[in-house]
């Protein structure tokens, strides 16, 4: 799936709360100043080109639904990161958290102990 931008990424957050929606929705869902109507409208049909979104036509409108859910998208963009800038390797991932302090060495022995359990299950 194509990453998004920033701004699509906000709008997504819109549907994943809500569910579906017309884009007028979305532009009342923003605080004043509200961006305006046709820049959601280029978001929402950029994010439906991307496999996002989808829609279903509604009288003259569309009313647009997510396709890929909050934790779908957490996961394929955490797997792009790691791919980007960790070689595909998760345990460089842990490896440079534990060099910078970011994560504990009990921490690092409760992970160890998930994954025994997963290995045994």
């Known amino acids: ?16 709360s809500a569910g579906a929606l017309f884009v007028k929705q979305i532009v009342d869902m923003y605080p ?17 080109e991307k496999g996002y979104l989808n829609h279903e036509a ?3 409108t569309f009313r647009y639904f997510p396709v ?6 957490k996961k394929g963009n955490l797997g792009n990161v790691i791919k980007k800038y960790f070689d595909s390797s998760y345990l460089n991932v842990v490896s440079t958290f534990i060099r910078e302090d970011k994560i504990s ?3 690092v022995k409760r992970l160890l102990e998930e994954v ?3 290995s045994k299950e």
């Open 1 to 16: 799936m194509k990453e998004i931008t920033t701004r699509e990424e906000e709008v997504m957050r819109h549907f994943w």
């Open 116 to 118: 025994e359990k997963q």
């Open 68 to 73: 890929i859910s909050e934790e779908e998208y």
């Open 105 to 107: 060495v009990d921490e």
């Open 58 to 60: 509604l009288g003259t």
């Open 32 to 48: 004043d100043p509200k961006p305006h109507f046709n820049t959601i409208s280029t978001y929402v049909r950029s994010l439906e």
